[in-house]
């Protein structure tokens, strides 16, 4: 049986401090069939930088012309997704290796 895709929701805003471990946590998970869309609500620190460092082709960084707020920021990011599956991981928390692979079999 194989495992349907999703996607996993970082909705951020002047977290880069915590960004990586969290964008790195998703990608290295054992269940690869994912997209991550980093949602950043304006920030004014360096997260846009910060995500372009990485290159994996699976991000997708979308930043808001203006703050949001943090309910309407998730539900943009929310109605982006096109996936059958969707997860949201807060910017300061981190997946274990093998989370979606799990989650998804339930």
Request: proline share 2%.
């Amino acid at each position: 049986m194989s495992l349907p895709s999703i996607s996993v929701i970082i909705p951020t805003y002047n977290r880069q401090s915590y960004l990586t471990e969290a964008i790195s946590s998703v990608l290295n998970q054992s269940y690869k069939d994912l997209k991550l869309i980093v949602i950043d609500d304006n920030s004014t620190d360096s997260t846009a930088e910060l995500v372009a460092l990485f290159t994996d082709e699976r991000i997708q960084y979308i930043k808001n012309k203006q703050n949001l707020g943090l309910v309407r920021n998730w539900k943009n990011a929310i109605e982006i997704c096109d996936t059958e599956f969707l997860a949201v991981l807060e910017d300061d928390n981190i997946y274990a290796s093998n989370h979606l692979e799990e989650a998804l079999r339930v």
